[in-house]
């Protein structure tokens, strides 16, 4: 929730009003993401980052504005504590940029690239620092799943959507056909991380990644993102107007990070260039092949609307506890909507996103490919739901808890420093929920006789805050 600017309004008020909501949804549903899968930082959840970086500092603080008169670097100390994102250390790593991306020639011409290229592509490069804000942004506001569903899967996405099916009716039947990938699916990951190419994002990729390879806390990530980029260049698939997008450097219509298009994209059509910017098939052939390794099953969905039974031991919905979907059913796991699973021995693991009142979901290896594209549970319901809808599927049966109010990012914390003093919780608070949190969570609320669903509610923290 991959790989990541989420969808920009072309109307300012639009823009305003969308992004906002957009925002909120993403800052409680995705976790970090490390950079290296598909979509990491880029997409819906570099919009996250964009909106609710650290706030820009005194005018003596900050730096010049950045490219294309964005804002400028806060001057500020990256909210992560990690001593390369200091004030100090970014100000000393840009004033040697220059000396850094010329360093980085000799690994250049170990990948095939003339120093003509080099030269050409690297002249005129400057480091845009205000992406160390970012980088390390910390979101405060929070929003439920169900807001979060509502934003990305919504009537004009799904218009549209239909539309691209049609008018490249052509290319998705050659590429289903070719990879075995459902159209859907494609269409879906269109749609949501870009709305079908009208919101890409405008930063320079050579850029963006330069900057991060020289400054900052991930420069080793993306030092081989930068080579890549130049490597894509130099062999004239792109040009340098059509590599732009997030600031993480993820770019094109489904986002793909550099090594992410070295690995995956395809010439479909035969002309010589992998262009998944501006040509809609090598685009959809492109994402279907991304999918395709790593590991699509042809003709098998994502997952299954669940009914969770009263009284479930909410200990089993974990991703690590995978079971049959005929073993789920014996437990009482039925399917929303009383229609049997069509493929009982398909294994599965149950989520449980708003936990024991809430819709459930048994997940397939298909959700798991699409979680390798964007590595957040919240992204790839969306991207499976969407999907299901275009096919002509209805909307979710049971309904969302829409009364409860989520956590922000400081109860969060004080929720993880309460289950810690009481022994629930082993790790270091820090606001972010991960499996160890669900965990402490669960433990917490069997002890007192709660349904140990591993959800943070309001409900829960005021029960914390009273023992």
């Known amino acids: 929730m991959q790989r990541r600017n989420v969808p920009l309004m072309k109307a300012w008020m639009k823009a305003l009003l969308k992004t906002w909501a957009g925002a909120l949804a993403l800052a409680a549903l995705l976790s970090p993401i490390a950079a290296g899968a598909q979509s990491s930082e880029n997409g819906v959840s570099t919009f996250l980052n964009n909106l609710f970086a ?19 670097w806060s001057g500020e100390d990256g909210a992560s504590g990690h001593p390369l994102m200091t ?41 845009d620092l205000r992406i160390m804000d970012l980088m390390d942004s910390q979101p405060e506001f929070t929003k439920a799943i169900w807001d979060y569903l509502d934003i990305l899967v919504n009537d004009n996405r799904m218009a549209k959507g ?7 009716k052509r290319e998705f039947d050659a590429v289903e056909k070719a990879y075995g990938v459902d159209r859907y699916i494609i269409a879906s990951i269109w749609g949501i991380e870009s709305n079908y190419s009208t919101q890409i994002g405008d930063r320079s990729v050579l850029n963006s990644t330069a900057t991060l390879a020289c400054i900052g806390r991930r420069q080793k990530y993306f030092k081989d993102e930068f080579l890549v980029a130049l ?3 130099h062999r004239g698939d792109l040009t340098p107007e059509q ?46 092949n991304n999918l395709k390794k790593d590991g699509w099953q042809s003709g098998a969905t994502w997952g299954y609307e669940i009914v969770i039974p009263k009284g479930f031991n909410f200990m089993l ?38 936990g024991a009142e809430a819709p459930g979901f048994l997940m397939l290896q298909n959700f798991r490919v699409i979680m390798k594209y964007n590595p957040a549970e919240a992204y790839a319901l969306a991207i499976g739901h969407f999907a299901d809808r275009l096919r002509g599927g209805a909307p979710f049966i049971q309904p969302w808890p829409r009364q409860e109010r989520v956590l922000s990012r400081a109860e969060r914390l004080e929720l993880q420093q309460l289950l810690a003093q009481r022994g629930f919780y082993k790790g270091t608070p820090d606001g972010q929920f991960g499996g160890e949190t669900r965990n402490a969570l669960r433990s917490f609320q069997a002890s007192i006789g709660a349904p140990a669903d591993g959800f943070a509610s309001a409900d829960v923290l005021e029960r914390l805050r009273g023992r």
């Open 243 to 288: 590599l732009r997008g997030s600031w993480a450097g993820a770019f094109g219509p489904t986002q793909f990070m550099p090594t992410a298009f070295k690995r995956y994209a395809v010439d479909a059509d035969g002309d010589g260039r992998r262009d998944v910017v501006d040509n809609p098939y090598d685009l959809i052939a492109s994402t279907a």
């Open 162 to 168: 239909r539309e691209i099916l049609a008018k490249y």
């Open 87 to 127: 004030a100090s250390a970014i100000r000393e790593a840009a004033a040697n940029f220059n000396n850094c991306v010329a360093g980085m020639w000799t690994d250049a011409a170990r990948r095939g690239i003339s120093q003509e290229s080099f030269q050409k592509f690297t002249a005129g490069l400057s480091p």
């Open 317 to 354: 919905a974990d991703r690590s506890k995978v079971m049959t979907l005929a073993q789920w059913d014996h437990l009482g796991v039925k399917r929303a909507g009383g229609k049997p699973y069509p493929n009982p021995n398909d294994k599965a693991y149950l989520l449980a996103p708003a």
């Open 54 to 72: 650290p706030k820009s500092g005194t005018p003596q603080q900050q730096a010049a504005p950045g490219p294309g008169g964005a804002p400028p």
């Open 231 to 233: 490597e894509i260049l």
